[in-house]
Structure formats: structure tokens, C-alpha cells
């Protein structure tokens, strides 16, 4: 049984978030939980290494069916395995996606702060990007209708991130109403990224936006892996689900010689994942939400002067240090300062320069080592 309190080092590795900063910077920035993969999983993965032949990978027909499965047990979502289009990531797909779908010069919307691939897709291919910013209120972030509707009203496609990163924003079922309303008044195609879907908080559901309606369906990609739930992003696999045949088809024709075909351990750790290491999630998500709370409690009573709406999902908070003033700006004091990385505010977008995100997904005592050095580095100042 896994110990998400145990600390496992991990320079040496060749972990990409451990190898980022020198040995004396805590990294707590890419959204890479410190926890070690379902003991299912690396059985399967060690199972697998029992034949000696790694070549070329396909997706067997137990993991499509499994898939669907999956769909619709959580989601009463009906998709078929044909529906299904295997990836090495979810950034390759919503990419794939905008050269498939888009002309240079149609518009792009994505709602900010986000992800930085997120926010730098549309300069891959020539596309206008429409910012409709995400508000802060005291209920939480919450999108507002007018601008995004003026955004779309120019635009071919909403680039969508839900459960949203930063933020830790779930999009309601009335918000992802409102939106595919929108999309369908403006013939907008909807990319939907939902790799962090099964990591809600506080008994809270994810919905797909593709569920809402057979007409949202069709002008719906979606993309879904296991690789933040159970912490394998390094095996490379991810899924994009299309109901409608010929975008799909669209879709799976734009690899055009850059996006290769799925690790092949990928696809039997998803398989394991799905299948057999649910009482790991369920342990993980009651660590990682107690971290958020003992975070969220931290911030209020050590840093008053920080803002932090609790995330209703992911592993990321998302930290509004504006009334600090720190010079140049807050992840570089931090890094300099207090040597713990955070990632910077200025990669979810210009405004947002102010901004740190942090990743709680580690052993308590990491996310307790973080808040010290902040709280140093603040009292040194």
C-alpha cells in the first residue's frame, strides 16, 4: 500500500521536475505529484517487461472497451470504442486539433490565467487569440457570459480547460451550458481538455461538456488521460474522445509526421489504471485534499496579504501575491529568496505576472518545508 507520506528522492532520476533547479531549490511547480505510481500499475508495467519485445505500440481491444466502460459509469456518457483516438499527450491533441480544424487568421478563445501550451497554441498556427479572463469572487472563479459571447462571436473554436488550470475552477453544469450555447449560436468547434477530470474535490462530479447533447457532441473533441490522476505524464498517453465521424477523421489525419504513435507500457499502465487501481485514487484524492485545505489554512494565517480561492479540483493552487510587491516579481523572489520554485504567474498569462502556482500534490512535509522557506524568505526581506 502506497505512503503518501513518504519521501522518495527523485534527482538522478531524470524527473524533468527535479532536474529543473539545483539541490538546494524545493521544486513545486509542474503539475508532477511527488507520490509513487498505483503499485497495480507497475505491477503491469513489470508484467508487461516479461516479453522482451517493445516495439511499436497499439491500443488493445480491452482498453477501448474499458474506456467506454469508464465513460459511462462515471460520466452516463455513451460513446462507442471507434469513438476513441489514442495519443502521446493532450497537448499533441488539442494542437492537432487547431491544424485540423482552423485556418490562420480564424480566432481562438481560452479563458485566463491558463496552462501555458494552453495559451500558446494559437501562435503554432497562425490563429487570433480571444483572452476572456476567469473573475475571482468570494464563491470562487466564475466565468462571465458577455465577454465570452463578444469573444465568440469572432471566433472558429474555444479552446477549454475544465477542471481549469490554474484556477482549480469545475465548470458547473449551468456555466457548460451557457458555453456550448454559445459555441452552437457561433458554429465554434469546442476543444475540451480534461486531463485533470477525475481529481474533483468535496464530493463534486465532472461533466464533460460533450454530454450536455448530441448537438454539442458533434462539435466537441475531447481529450482524457490517466497520466495526472495516477502520476505516469512520463509514459506518454493520453486519449482524444470525437462522436463525430468526420471530425475525427480530420483529426486523426492532422499527425501529419509529428505526433508518433502511443508508448506502448503507456497504454498498459492506462489499462491497469482504469482497471485496478481505484482504492489508490480514492487514498490519493483524500491526501491531496486535505493538503489543499492545511495549504489554504497556512496562506490565511501566515501570509495574510496573499490571496488563495481554494481549488475545487487539480493539485494546483494559485496564489494572488499583488499586495506583497515583491521584486521582480514573486517567483523569482521565492526561487532566489526562499529557494523553492514555484511556476510563474507570467506563464498563464501577461496579466498575471504577480501570480504563483503552486503544486501541493507531495508528502505533507515537502508542502510544510515550501510555507517555511516562504515565510524565511518574507522575514529576511
Given at each position: ?146 465577454p465570452l459571447a463578444s469573444a465568440l462571436a469572432r471566433s472558429r473554436a474555444l479552446l477549454l480547460c ?56 458533434n462539435r466537441t473533441i475531447t481529450l482524457m488521460a490517466a497520466s495526472k490522476t495516477y502520476n505516469i ?149
Open positions: 500500500m502506497t505512503d503518501f507520506d513518504a519521501v522518495h528522492e527523485r534527482r538522478g532520476t531524470g524527473s524533468s521536475k527535479w532536474s529543473k533547479y539545483p539541490a538546494d531549490i524545493l521544486p513545486m511547480w509542474v503539475a508532477d505529484m511527488d507520490f509513487p505510481a498505483a503499485p497495480e500499475i507497475v505491477d503491469a508495467i513489470r508484467n508487461r517487461l516479461e516479453h522482451p519485445m517493445l516495439g511499436y505500440g497499439v491500443a488493445r481491444d480491452e482498453l477501448r472497451a474499458r474506456i467506454v466502460e469508464d465513460m459511462a459509469s462515471k460520466y452516463d456518457w455513451s460513446i462507442t470504442v471507434d469513438d476513441i483516438v489514442f495519443l502521446p499527450g493532450v497537448e499533441p491533441g488539442f494542437n492537432m486539433a487547431l491544424k485540423a480544424m482552423l485556418e490562420p487568421g480564424d480566432g481562438l478563445v481560452v479563458q485566463t490565467p491558463v496552462y501555458r501550451p494552453i495559451l500558446n497554441a494559437a501562435g503554432h498556427w497562425g490563429l487570433v487569440r480571444n483572452e476572456v479572463p476567469l473573475r475571482a469572487t468570494e464563491q470562487g472563479y466564475v466565468m462571465d457570459v458577455d475544465n477542471p481549469q488550470n490554474p484556477t482549480g475552477k469545475v465548470f458547473t453544469k449551468d456555466e457548460l451550458t451557457e458555453i456550448a450555447a454559445l459555441c452552437e449560436k457561433n458554429d465554434a468547434l469546442i476543444i475540451s481538455d480534461e486531463i485533470h477530470c477525475d481529481l474533483l474535490f468535496d464530493g463534486r462530479r465532472h461533466m464533460p461538456i460533450a454530454t450536455l447533447s448530441k448537438e454539442t457532441a505524464a512520463g509514459l506518454k498517453t493520453a486519449f482524444a474522445i470525437v462522436q463525430n465521424k468526420e471530425i475525427r477523421e480530420r483529426f486523426a489525419q492532422s499527425r501529419l509526421g509529428m505526433v508518433d504513435s502511443v508508448n506502448i507500457l503507456g497504454l498498459e499502465a492506462t489499462l491497469a489504471a482504469y482497471t485496478h487501481a481505484s482504492d489508490w485514487k480514492a487514498r490519493m484524492l483524500a491526501y491531496i485534499q486535505a493538503n489543499r485545505d492545511y495549504l489554504s489554512e497556512q496562506v490565511a494565517s501566515r501570509f495574510p496579504a496573499i490571496r488563495l480561492i481554494k481549488a475545487e479540483a487539480t493539485f494546483l493552487a494559485w496564489l494572488d501575491c499583488r499586495e506583497m510587491g515583491l521584486a521582480p516579481d514573486p517567483q523569482a523572489f521565492f526561487l532566489e529568496r526562499g529557494k523553492v520554485g514555484f511556476s510563474a504567474g507570467s506563464e498563464f498569462g501577461a496579466p498575471y505576472g504577480d501570480y504563483v502556482r503552486v503544486n501541493f500534490g507531495c508528502p505533507r512535509s515537502l508542502l510544510s518545508e515550501g510555507l517555511d522557506r516562504m515565510e524565511r524568505a518574507l522575514a529576511a526581506n
